[in-house]
């Protein structure tokens, strides 16, 4: 039960890490309001 417990609160210490993988800096062709960057996880570019 405490490995389950353990295992549970590794998962979600690591999944927002994932989901804040890409900080890096935007790309000098950005609209302006917009970042657009790599993700260097899947290797796409995306803007928000
Ligand atoms: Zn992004």
Do not use: E, W, Y
């Not at 993988?21 to 290797?43: I, V, W, Y």
């Amino acid at each position: 039960m405490t490995k389950f417990i353990l295992a549970l609160s590794l998962l979600a210490l690591t999944m927002p890490s994932v989901a804040n993988a890409h900080g890096g800096g935007c790309r000098k062709s950005s609209p302006p309001g917009q970042c657009c960057h790599m993700d260097n996880s899947t290797g796409v570019v995306h803007c928000h």
